[in-house]
């Protein structure tokens, strides 16, 4: 847990007597697994593969058997699932490379050039959109699992006590918190394979109250991939 601020920096409450704190992010996944002990679980089972996922996509295929396959007979460390961005100002993180390693750069994170920037077929460069389902091997996620993570700054909503001792909930955000982020996760693997999934079928996230990437979105894609709601 970390101390969330305001846009000056200054330290947020909750109450009083409570400082207002943030989790770790969810690159904070695997090292949280190895102190519940539940690696000695992973490996007394024989499992060389974790596949990890965002819940807040309505569509997430888990344990995909396609994608898992593709990842290990392409003889790479690691794989994460993409779909291509409908427009340069889509607020997902894409999937590149780094000084020749695999990297994922975050939508707050990009300059208006990178966003823009068409390749020779006059596509975007950055195209591949990641929905947050990746796979690991298990033996790369021990030997990274001790490095340092970059703390990512994501500004927020965050409720907080104003000076007159009030619980406020603003409606825009107000604040930074300070995350490691699993996407971090992916540049210190050797290589990563970049699979593309059909969107529709696949990325249905949650995001927004209404409009876009809301709930009333993602049920209009189950209901058109079969599923009764």
Known sequence: ???????????????????S??????GGWFSSLVRAGLLDEIKEKGVQWINVFAVDNVLQRIADPS???????????????VVSKVSPDERVGVLCLEDGMPSIVEYYEMTEEMRTLLDDNRELAYKY????????????????????????????????MNDNGELVKPDSPNGYKFETLVLDM???????????????????????????????????????????I
């Open 67 to 81: 994608f898992i396959g593709a990842v290990i007979d392409s003889g790479m460390q690691s794989g994460g699932k």
């Open 21 to 26: 704190l943030s989790p770790n992010g969810n």
């Open 129 to 160: 959109g990641v929905i947050l389902n990746y796979l690991f091997n298990v033996d790369k996620l021990e030997e990274i699992c001790d490095r340092k993570m970059p703390v990512h700054v994501v500004s927020k909503k965050i409720p907080f």
């Open 1 to 19: 847990m970390a101390p969330s601020v305001d846009t000056n920096g200054k330290i947020l409450m909750e109450s009083r007597s409570k400082i």
């Open 186 to 228: 992916v540049h210190m693997q050797d290589s990563c394979l970049p699979y593309e999934v059909v969107r529709d079928k696949e990325f249905a996230p949650v995001k927004n109250a209404e409009g876009v990437d809301s709930v009333e979105s993602a049920r209009k894609l189950l209901q058109a991939n079969g599923v009764k």
